[in-house]
């Protein structure tokens, strides 16, 4: 079977939701993918964020092969030791007082914790305000929390109650607050909207008004969390303690798995029969996320994130300094963004044709999202294809 092969399948088979890049991917180590005809890229953008210890990593394997010979699901009914010990685990790295729910996604994580604030307002407050450029998912409240026209226009109406503000404006939020407001919600680092890093005295305003207004702080951490930004979540660069925050993309180690956790006030509004999902954290995927967290710990990788961001953007940055098509360079940890002024497209095609996989978003941002454990040999190496492409374009 060749690349084309699949194509064909899938425009009989699969739904059309996605653009496709022209390659059928069926093996990863590390930072390397190999498609059906044996080509080898090198990987900047892992499973979209969710490779955080790049493809197939050996201890995320082996925990699965274990876990999948003893026993793959657990009805929730029933005590889940492993859901135990990762809440447990979660709860240390996130040095807040909470308690956690599992699912199987971001928008899963986020309807979550829009249930738990809508409980927490206790029927007389249920409006969350959120950010222009902001994604927050593709569910029907999720898509309805997300501040991108683009994704919501063919699905109206909407469930209501999300109001958009402009991102890294203390004055739009507080007058947008109304004495239905429950909670704020935002990325401290917007990804999809383009590697946007909140202003460090933007959030210590908010957060101040929403403590003495008690309005709910809520982090959307599914693409920030999991050490992606150098500390295990990105509200830690900001010295705050949110009431709720969200996960999924790099908990799993690749399996699917979301999660929300709540600050003990809020989780404890929730009671039996309120909220569920049938998959949420099978043994399997908590097993999985065991691993994650333990290799991040063993091989100190919150510290090799810090490193390598600032080689990265470093090696970024020179390629800036040749290149008038760079507009700018940003992003926290290894969470970056490169700005072109133009030509997004015809970059990241190049990089693709040069076996070099990355991202764009909003048509001109280069996007990359490497595995927490990449090393300068990898950086290097993209920098010289990068380099070359940029040469090519800019003609
Ligand atoms: N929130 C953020 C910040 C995201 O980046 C994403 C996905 O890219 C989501 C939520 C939705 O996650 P999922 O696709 O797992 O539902």
Wanted: aromatic letters at 10%; proline letters at 3%; hydrophobic letters at 40%.
């Amino acid at each position: 079977m060749k690349n084309k092969d699949v194509a064909r399948l899938y425009s009989k088979y699969i739904m059309d939701t996605y653009t496709h890049l022209p390659i059928s991917l069926v093996k990863g180590r590390e930072s390397r993918v190999w498609d059906l005809e044996q080509n080898e890229y090198l990987d900047l953008f892992p499973g979209w964020g969710v490779s955080i210890l790049g493809h197939s990593p050996s201890k995320v394997v082996s925990h699965i092969r274990n876990q999948a010979g003893k026993i793959i699901h657990i009805s929730n009914n029933y005590y889940n030791h492993l859901q135990a010990k990762l809440a447990q685990k979660i709860v240390k790295i996130a040095q807040i007082d909470a308690k956690v729910f599992f699912c199987n996604s971001g928008a899963e994580a986020n309807e979550g914790a829009f249930k738990l604030a809508r409980l927490y307002g206790a029927g007389n407050r249920y409006k969350i305000i959120t950010m222009n450029d902001s994604f927050h998912g593709r569910t029907l409240a999720s898509l309805s929390a997300t501040g991108q026209e683009k994704y919501k226009k063919d699905f109206e109406p909407l469930p209501e109650g999300f109001t958009h503000v402009p991102f890294n404006d203390f004055e739009a939020f507080q007058s947008s607050v109304d004495n239905e407001t429950v909670a704020i919600m935002l990325e401290l680092v917007q990804g999809e909207g383009g590697i946007n890093v909140a202003d460090y005295d933007y959030i210590q305003r908010v957060k101040k008004f929403c403590n003495e207004r008690d309005i709910l702080f809520i982090a959307d951490e599914v693409q920030t969390g999991m050490g992606r930004t150098g500390k295990w979540f990105a509200y830690q660069n900001f010295d705050i303690e949110p009431d709720i925050v969200t996960l999924a993309k790099g908990i799993g180690g690749g399996v699917p798995m979301g999660a929300v956790f709540a600050k003990d006030k809020v989780a404890d509004c929730i009671k039996p029969g309120m909220h569920a999902s049938t998959f949420g954290g099978s043994p399997i995927a908590c097993k999985a996320a065991l691993a994650v967290v333990d290799t991040i710990m063993s091989k100190k990788l919150l510290n090799n994130v810090t490193d390598m961001s600032k080689y990265f953007k470093g090696r970024l940055l020179d390629l800036k300094e040749k290149y008038d098509l760079i507009d700018s360079v940003r992003g926290l940890g290894l969470m970056i963004g490169v700005e072109v002024k133009d030509k997004g497209k015809e970059i990241f095609e190049g990089c693709l044709a040069n076996r070099l996989l990355i991202n764009l978003t909003q048509g001109n941002i280069l996007r990359f999202l490497p595995a927490l454990n990449i090393n300068k040999k990898d950086i290097d190496k993209a920098i010289i294809i990068l380099d070359g492409v940029l040469k090519e374009v800019q003609r």
